[in-house]
């Protein structure tokens, strides 16, 4: 009889641990899975329409695993660092000086991240209707 509550508290002990593992993957996968367009808040005026974009598809599509592929964060000698990600912040948060008005710059960073990834490995689109697409 000393079986039966043995064997239910393992089958209890064992859902929750299948819980608390299924929750920590959601919340790791949930980071980036909402993304559907490139957005940045320095940006509140803009010349051409927002980019689509699908994060998780596009990152699987382009086979990258790592956050710091285009999330990266420098070190204090000017190289990117691999053990930081700045996948919780908007791009203008560091490459867009605070009071400056001019936009320019940050515009330069978002394109030659992608477009330099994109010539380098010989796919995905360049040109700007391709990425800016009107409705």
């Given at each position: 009889m000393r079986s039966i509550p043995m064997k239910q508290r393992s089958?209890?002990?064992?859902?929750?641990?299948?819980?608390?593992v299924t929750l920590?993957?959601?919340y790791t996968v949930h980071s980036q899975e909402d993304v559907k367009t490139v957005e940045d808040d320095a940006f509140s005026e803009?010349?051409?329409?927002?980019?689509?974009?699908?994060?998780?598809?596009?990152?699987?599509?382009?086979?990258?695993?790592?956050?710091?592929?285009c999330h990266h964060v420098y070190d204090?000698?000017?190289q990117i660092s691999e053990d930081e990600t700045s996948e919780d912040n908007q791009c203008s948060e560091?490459?867009?000086?605070?009071?400056?008005?001019?936009?320019t710059e940050l515009i330069k960073y978002y394109h030659n991240r992608c477009k330099n990834c994109h010539q380098?490995?010989?796919?995905?689109?360049?040109?700007?209707?391709?990425?800016?697409v009107k409705k």
């Open positions: 089958l209890k002990i064992s859902l929750i641990i299948t819980l608390i920590m993957a959601a803009r010349m051409r329409p927002i980019v689509p974009f699908l994060h998780d598809e596009h990152n699987e599509n382009a086979l990258i695993e790592e956050c710091g592929v204090d000698n000017g560091c490459h867009l000086p605070e009071k400056s008005k001019n936009k380098q490995r010989n796919a995905g689109p360049v040109m700007c209707a391709e990425c800016h």
